[in-house]
């Protein structure tokens, strides 16, 4: 694999991963995403993403569980994470603080474009 950033994307929302995938493909990411937590923590044992993008409300597992367990591995604990969900109670924004999350984002109040850069600004300047 080349230096090139890889931003994993955890959404059970087909369509989402879709757009955002060609997205960040287009700008010349490599993409790897999941559709539920329990997937990408599978995901997570073959490789180390730059940067999660990462759904709350998701089956199985919700995105709170997913963060509480990244947080807890040695190998992930660092892992930039960018919440983008419909989840926007105050509630949710303090629970979501103790995980060291970069960012909480709307995904109603954002344009993909605005998600892009979003994700960009979070990536280590050496993984660019």
């Known amino acids: 694999m080349s230096n090139q950033a890889v931003i994993m994307i955890i959404d059970d929302d ?3 991963v879709r757009l955002y995938t060609n997205i960040f493909q287009v700008e010349g990411y490599n993409v790897v995403s999941a ?3 329990k997937e990408a923590l599978e995901k997570l044992q073959q490789l180390t993403p730059t940067v999660i993008l990462l759904d709350l409300m ?3 597992m919700s995105g709170f569980d997913f963060l509480e367990q990244i947080r807890e ?3 992930t604990k660092d892992v930039p994470v960018i919440v983008l969900t419909n989840l926007a109670t105050d509630d949710t924004q303090q629970e979501i603080q103790k995980y060291n999350v970069k960012k909480f984002l709307i995904k109603s109040d954002y344009m993909p474009k605005q998600i892009l850069e979003e994700v960009q600004s979070v990536i ?3 993984d660019k």
């Open 14 to 16: 087909a369509s989402m």
């Open 35 to 37: 559709s539920s937590g």
């Open 58 to 60: 998701m089956p199985n």
């Open 73 to 75: 591995s040695e190998k």
């Open 124 to 126: 280590p300047q050496t």
